[in-house]
């Protein structure tokens, strides 16, 4: 068996059940199916004692059976919600089935509450290769050893060499030849019951006996790791949670390539939590050495959003804007914060200008007429802007409206039409200043959006929703609403791909997008928080 098709089969459906229960709306009935698994705390499971510590990826999925059930009973899903939610059950089934496994027949009235996925990393790491292990918890240790021993005895009697051995006091039952079920050449399969709890499945004996050698070692399995037994504490609760090494984020996590190969960053920690409307998931991404000073700041925003307005589809916060917009800057948040940052807001060089020079906080507001950046003034940043534009053929000129004093540049290109003479007006940027802050507006229209207080409410309330009292507000953040956050989605690879299963609806039912960074002064500095929530119409 291919490992990728597999590992994506896997994380598909579970993300696709989540979506499937909440993701498309519909009336609740009796008890909200949110309050079933809001509440349950995040632990490491008994698997975690035979994932290693330094595997690609670990997924432990814990949910508990019969509470996930009530979950998906506790919504109506009609129509063609009904034959989606059907189709993830099926997707389920064909995720079993590619190890030769019939799920409803096999192991459903057996398999417990906790489900982990471990890819085994080798040594030299480039496209994944080192196989995987699957842990099933078990309800019935006499329903999970009859399985065992049927699961063999069907391949031995389509001719397919089984062997018996012991390792370590666990008996290993493996296959010597490929499995007939898949396309790749080399593919075998192993499984053992290591407890009355747990069942190990594994792509061969090798990978099993590996699970089984770090079992014997807590400094090397994660059960063991204190570290990570912290942070999970700290997320507080989910229904998920994803480990991946550095080097397996880019294949799997969808990071930036250049991220994945940095020597500085050793893993990322994640956890997936149920909300009323979408799913959040809050993670930390691990550093060897201690972060950058700047990003442990913490910067009074009450100003800038006091300055904001308008019906803006998106919005975004920064705290070192000159740093971010700098792609040459090698530095992880130029690599990563600022290579986001720079594809939200675009190629516009004026923003630009005013971005990459401003030392403080800084407000990003996209209105329907336009661009808005708040920012501290600085005389500097005035004189340098306006420098830039003399040179395109700007011209500064100031001017009142509605009491306001704003200063716009504009730049003027006459011609005639029939026999009238016009002047057409091509606007480089207006500036608005409010005591120590400054708001720059791409038009005069969207700059007047601005006094429009209440239409900014559904981004302040996206922004605020996704804030974390554990972390210092995340100061460099984002939030889209439904156009931009769909657009956002379809440029990260497990979304399409969780598309392909889940149809068109899905896309079609996001309301919205958050996104944020932030370091805890009171914890370890090395530790980067991320936080990102999809809510849900």
Known sequence: MKVRPFLTVFTTI??????????????????SPIRIVEDQSLELPLAAKFAPR?????????????????????????????????????????????????????????????ISLSLLKPNDFQEFSGGWVLALSTLDKEGAKTFLESFWASRSSQGIDVDVATYKGFSVTSQTSP???????????????????????????ESLQRAVDVSESPENNQLGDVELQGMTRRFGSGVALLTASSSALNTWIGFPEAISR??????????????????????????????????????????????????????????????????????????????????????????????????????????????IVGTQFESSKELDVNKFLEEKGFVRSDFVFDDDLFQGWLRFFPHRVLENDEVDVDVGVVLSRQEENALWGKTFAALQSRKE??????????????????????????????DSARQLLRGWEPWSLLKIFAGPSLESSVKGLAIGFGSNEDVDNSELGLRAFVSFS
Request: hydrophobic fraction near 45%; avoid cysteine.
């Open 262 to 371: 940095r020597n500085d960053l050793k893993q990322f920690v994640g956890a997936l939590q149920l909300k009323e409307n979408g799913f959040l998931i809050e993670g930390l991404l691990v550093f060897i050495q201690p972060l950058e000073p700047w990003l442990q700041q913490s910067f009074d925003l009450t100003p800038l959003i006091d300055m904001a307005g308008g019906p803006a589809e998106s919005l975004a916060f920064m705290d070192a804007p000159y740093r971010l917009f700098n792609a040459e800057d090698q530095s992880f948040t130029s690599q990563w914060l600022g290579s986001i940052f720079r594809n939200w807001i675009g190629q516009d060089s004026i923003l630009e200008r005013i971005a990459s020079g401003a030392t403080g906080p800084l407000l990003w507001l996209q209105e329907p007429e336009g661009w």
């Open 14 to 31: 579970f993300l696709s059940l989540f979506l499937v229960g909440f993701g498309f709306g519909g009336n609740v009935i009796n008890q």
């Open 453 to 482: 207080k209440q239409s900014l409410q559904p981004r302040l309330s996206q922004w605020l929703a996704m804030q974390n009292d554990r972390l210092n507000v995340f100061s460099n953040s984002a939030v889209f609403g439904p």
């Open 54 to 114: 330094d595997a690609a990826v670990t997924l432990h999925w814990m949910i508990p059976q019969e509470k996930f059930s009530q979950y998906l009973e506790g919504f109506s899903v009609p129509g063609e919600q009904r034959n989606l939610l059907l189709g993830m059950q099926g997707l389920r089934h064909g995720l079993f089935a590619l190890v030769g496994i019939d799920y409803e027949i096999e192991i459903s009235n057996w398999v417990g509450s906790q």
């Open 179 to 205: 499995l007939t079920i898949s396309n790749s050449s080399d593919s075998t399969i192993a499984s053992s019951m290591v407890s009355e709890e747990l069942i190990l499945i594994a792509s061969s004996k």
